[in-house]
């Protein structure tokens, strides 16, 4: 069935690895393949948590990490395994996809490898742990150069990119355990949890809600997590205006007393949505913000009322001076203001597939030398 993939003409392959790896049950088998040969790994926004740790470089895609997407541009094979390979990822000309690479598309779905993101792709019909399992068989050599080449970039663009939404999930990531449970909503909440969550361990979980765009799934996922571990301690990580759509849930919550840790990333706007009207509809913001009748609730003293624990911080960095609620058995709600002009970057346009904002002329060219030897 499998010929084989990782001839010696690829100087530069990458794994490109979505949720249906983790369907197939086949993650710790891709964590042998990527160990035993150094290959960089990027995922989808679905798969984020499939690579983490010290396989974790980025995911791809219209909000991805521009490292991820700047390493797309110049590797020279795609092996896709689970990853649908969508218009977020692919764009609306895929011909701009990894336009120096090879693709090999693996996909127990028949019907997704039906349509052609290349002319010349190669396609299995399989299942991931199937095909993993023929890649292990298989004599690849050590692509430890080339990863260290894709590292060096992600250092180099650490700095870029960065919203105050970002520091707010680096400071909560840097506080939580090895291999924490989180429940990511949706909205730009996600984004951020996306680009900037860092696991520690290998075995962390990000619930999150994907192509669905349900605003409000992260309090039920967080609920049905902590009931699955014996009640244990789960991570949940909304918007407030994704938080109002099950915030009833917090009764159950309380009664249950499931030591679910909320944080809610307040801009008081609905803000990919708000976002659009400012840049494209002249700050017409059509229930979207205060000025177009959208308000929000002090989720602190609502939050007190259902008997549990909140507080009501002036910045992020004050998350310090809570970490022994990170762990204890008591539920508990953090409101985190952010300004509500609060942006994603950075951005794929899809009218011409650049990402903005344009990066550093200096440090753009500088990527590109590193990603090119």
Not at 37 to 61: E, K, S
Not at 141 to 160: H, I, P
Not at 179 to 200: E, R, T, Y
Request: with cysteine; aromatic share 8%; proline share 3%.
């Amino acid at each position: 069935m499998l010929s084989l993939i990782f001839h010696s003409t690829y100087n530069k392959p990458i794994l490109l690895i979505g949720n249906g790896l983790r369907t197939a049950g086949a993650v710790d088998m891709v964590h042998k393949f990527v160990r035993k040969t150094n290959i960089p790994v990027l995922t989808t926004m679905n798969g984020v948590d499939l690579a983490q740790d010290d396989l974790h470089i980025g995911f791809i895609g219209t909000h991805g990490n521009r490292v991820a997407n700047m390493i797309l541009n110049q590797c020279d094979l795609v092996v896709s395994i689970g990853a649908r390979l969508g218009i977020r990822q692919v764009g609306r000309d895929s011909k701009n996809f990894a336009p120096r690479a090879d693709l090999v598309r693996c996909d127990i779905d028949e019907y997704e490898l039906s349509r052609n993101i290349k002319d010349n792709e190669k396609k299995y019909h399989a299942d991931a742990r199937d095909f993993i399992r023929m890649l292990l068989e298989e004599d690849v050599r050590d692509y430890t150069s080339w990863k260290l080449q894709c590292l060096q970039s992600k250092k180099l663009l650490e700095d870029y990119d960065i919203q105050l939404g970002n520091l707010a999930i680096k400071k909560i990531s840097s506080l939580l355990p090895d291999n924490p449970i989180i429940a990511v909503d949706v909205g730009m909440n996600q984004c951020w949890a996306a680009q900037s969550f860092h696991l520690k361990g290998d075995n962390g979980r990000i619930h999150i809600g994907g192509g669905y765009g349900a605003m409000g799934c992260a309090l039920p996922y967080a609920i049905g997590s902590s009931i699955s571990i014996n009640n244990g301690i789960v991570y949940c990580i909304c918007g407030d205006g994704g938080f109002q759509m099950n915030i009833q849930e917090l009764e159950t919550v309380k009664r249950e007393n499931l030591p679910i840790k909320i944080f809610i990333l307040n801009n008081k706007v609905l803000g990919k949505i708000s976002e659009t009207q400012h840049f494209y509809h002249d700050d017409r913001f059509a229930n979207t913000a205060l000025s177009g009748g959208y308000t929000v609730p002090e989720f602190s003293k609502i939050a007190e009322a259902y008997g549990i624990r909140a507080v009501k911080l002036n910045n992020y960095e004050e998350l310090d001076n809570y970490k022994e609620w990170f762990y204890d058995d008591n539920p508990c709600l953090f409101d985190i203001p952010l300004p509500e002009e609060s942006f994603l970057t950075p951005k794929i346009k899809f009218e011409t597939g650049m990402i903005s904002p344009k990066l550093d002329d200096k440090v753009f060219i500088k990527v590109k030398e590193i990603l090119k030897k």
